[in-house]
């Protein structure tokens, strides 16, 4: 694997100086350019086209926070690491997927280690077999989690979580309902206020009072549907298969 590309966002020379050194102990990874303020950040990431960004959130005029939406927006592809003096954005960071979110004074081993997990997106993102699945990409705690959508039964809404069902495990995340349902692909329909449904892994549906079930091959797991979705997931099921 060639070596993977970094640039570094950070309006202190000092943190900046600090980090690529943190950087030079390393084998694998090289810094390809180093920016001072947000706009910087996303004129480097646009010209270089780097694997991972090390950025600080505190810079002035646009803050690391917006420079890294633009940047993902222009580069999905990109890990980005948030290096910085206070704890207060780290939801922010990894609702934006974030790899990792450290509080100066850095550490090197824990840089070391955010840059090791990058590393491991990036080989799980070029792995051809994975760009011909697609993905639902979840966050979970301080990780994200891929999971190929074919795997995919159902999503739920459980008080303040959401809770993705395959046929084996379920995973929990804090990410809305309503977000995971605009990255899904077609097959998938909002079947119920609390309920996305994977329609190509639906084998029989019941009624159960005012409600119905949709029921699943080799699972014994449920997901509900309502009365006013009721047509449109058979319309749906009839044209999928």
Not at 61 to 67: I, K, R
Not at 142 to 153: A, G, H, K, T, V
Not at 184 to 193: A, E, I, Q, S, V
Request: net charge neutral.
């Amino acid at each position: 694997m060639e070596p993977l590309k970094i640039v570094i966002a950070d309006d202190h020379d000092s943190s900046r100086t600090l980090l690529r050194h943190f950087v030079s102990l390393l084998p694998h990874y090289c810094i390809v350019g180093e920016a001072a303020t947000g706009e910087e950040l996303v004129q480097l990431v646009l010209k270089e086209k780097p694997d991972i960004a090390l950025v600080d959130i505190n810079m002035p005029n646009l803050d690391g926070m917006e420079a890294v939406k633009s940047c993902k927006e222009l580069l999905p592809s990109l890990q980005v690491i948030f290096t910085t003096g206070c704890d207060e954005f780290a939801v922010e960071a990894f609702k934006i997927a974030a790899v990792d979110y450290i509080v100066k004074p850095i550490e090197p081993t824990r840089l070391f280690n955010a840059l090791e997990k990058a590393r491991k997106f990036i080989q799980l993102y070029d792995q051809p077999e994975k760009r011909k699945s697609k993905r639902l990409d979840i966050k979970l705690q301080n990780s994200i989690l891929f999971i190929p959508m074919e795997d995919i039964l159902f999503i739920e809404k459980e008080s303040r979580k959401t809770v993705i069902h395959t046929q084996a495990e379920k995973y929990e995340t804090n990410e809305p309902l309503n977000e995971l349902e605009t990255r899904l692909d077609h097959y998938f329909l909002k079947t119920h206020r609390s309920y996305i449904v994977n329609l190509k892994k639906v084998i029989k549906i019941e009624a159960v009072g005012e409600t119905y079930w949709a029921r699943f091959s080799n699972s014994d797991k449920v997901a509900y549907i309502s009365k006013l979705k009721i047509n449109d997931v058979q319309k749906k099921i009839i044209h999928l298969h």
